[in-house]
């Protein structure tokens, strides 16, 4: 059985996942691997602009050229439009809904972001939250999804 049969489906990509899979120097061949063949993936608009955010960093840092910072942007408004991957609309049910999950957050400290994530996920029946973020994973475990990678 491949890795990626054992993600439940559908898999929702936050910005983290998003850096991982586009920026090489972040790439990770786990994540690759798992989400190879996949047609259940769901990201944001938000997410591709926060991820896009990170991006625009590690060039301000010096770890990425502004060609491939414009690469990298395409690449992301192409396969967006593409349809590699469904994107969940941000709407005032989402907001609202991001909102409970930051008021009833379990003890987990969620930032806006995180909880609009989480709400997205959600909203999109989403069954496996994929993040590198430890606090958006622990609260995507809180809320009944399975979370990529397992949290250490």
Do not use: W
């Amino acid at each position: 059985m491949s890795v990626s049969k054992t993600l439940p489906g559908p898999a929702y990509l936050d910005s983290s996942a998003l850096v991982k899979l586009y920026v090489s120097a972040q790439s990770s061949e786990q994540l690759d691997a798992v989400l190879a063949g996949r047609t259940d993936l769901i990201a944001s608009d938000f997410a591709l602009t926060e991820a896009m955010s990170a991006v625009c960093r590690l060039q301000r840092e010096g770890a990425l050229s502004r060609e491939a910072k414009l690469g990298i942007h395409r690449q992301f408004l192409s396969h967006a439009n593409s349809g590699l991957f469904e994107l969940a609309d941000l709407n005032r049910s989402v907001y609202r809904a991001a909102e409970r999950r930051l008021l009833n957050s379990g003890g987990v400290p969620l930032r806006a972001g995180d909880a609009l994530h989480l709400a997205l996920a959600l909203a999109g029946g989403c069954r496996t939250m994929i993040t590198f973020d430890h606090r958006l994973a622990e609260a995507s475990g809180n809320n009944g999804l399975f979370v990529f990678p397992d949290s250490q």
